[in-house]
């Protein structure tokens, strides 16, 4: 299995997309201090994921969810999430 996966910051909740084939692994990944893009950003927690098949649709998806519309999408698919999160 290929995941697409956003995490959020609890330091500052900004958002990180990305792709793996282990969510759990590379969650603590993320945690520990190992991804250079993320490390200034630790904790992490994991608030959406994608399962697929077929890497490259892991990777595509990945890729739309850092554009523009996959902004919105995120935005619309999880609004009850950030409405809580705001409060």
Same mark, same amino acid.
């Given at each position: 299995m290929y995941y697409a996966y956003i &995490?959020?910051? =609890? #330091?500052?909740s900004r958002l $990180? #997309?990305?792709?793996?084939t282990d969510l759990k692994k590379r969650l603590l990944e993320h945690n520990n201090g190992l991804v250079t893009s993320t490390k200034p950003w630790r904790s992490w927690k994991l608030i959406y994921y994608e399962? $697929? &098949?077929?890497k490259k649709d892991s990777i595509a998806r990945? #890729? $739309? &969810? =850092?554009?523009?519309?996959?902004k919105r999408y995120i935005d619309k698919t999880l609004r009850h999430y950030f409405q809580q999160t705001t409060k």
């Open positions: &995490l959020q910051s =609890k #330091k500052d $990180y #997309k990305g792709f793996t399962a $697929y &098949l077929d990945e #890729k $739309y &969810l =850092k554009s523009g519309w996959g």
